[in-house]
């Protein structure tokens, strides 16, 4: 039986189930997020033509590196995702570079 079986005990998010920091922008993105999953996607459709989806992506932007840069990322993959954008498997990037690195927040030690 696979492991993402609903019987085998172990259920699979469609959301990223890695560590991360439970900072109160992160939880409130993150929040908004699963609430468009949970009323507004199913009006929206199976649309999206990236794997994973775009709300997916904006969970794990928002996640992984903050509620706004995770916003930025997650405007950017739905701009992508027109009739004439890309399509594809396209992940979360791991470490952010460029001028989106400087809106990160650093917590200091």
């Known amino acids: 039986m696979c492991a993402d079986h609903p019987r085998s005990g ?11 920091p439970k900072t109160p ?10 609430l468009y999953q949970l009323t507004l996607s199913g009006f929206v459709g199976n649309s999206c033509r990236h794997m994973p989806t775009c709300s997916e992506y904006g969970y794990e932007a928002i996640a992984r590196h903050g509620l ?7 405007a950017r993959r739905v701009g992508r995702c027109g009739p004439f954008g890309t399509s594809g498997i396209d992940n979360v990037p791991e470490t952010i570079a460029g001028p989106l690195a400087a809106l990160r927040h650093r917590p200091t030690h």
């Open 10 to 20: 172990r259920t699979r998010s469609r959301n990223w189930q890695g560590p991360w």
């Open 25 to 34: 922008g992160r939880v409130l993105g993150t929040s908004l997020v699963r």
């Open 68 to 74: 706004l840069t995770g916003a930025i990322l997650a």
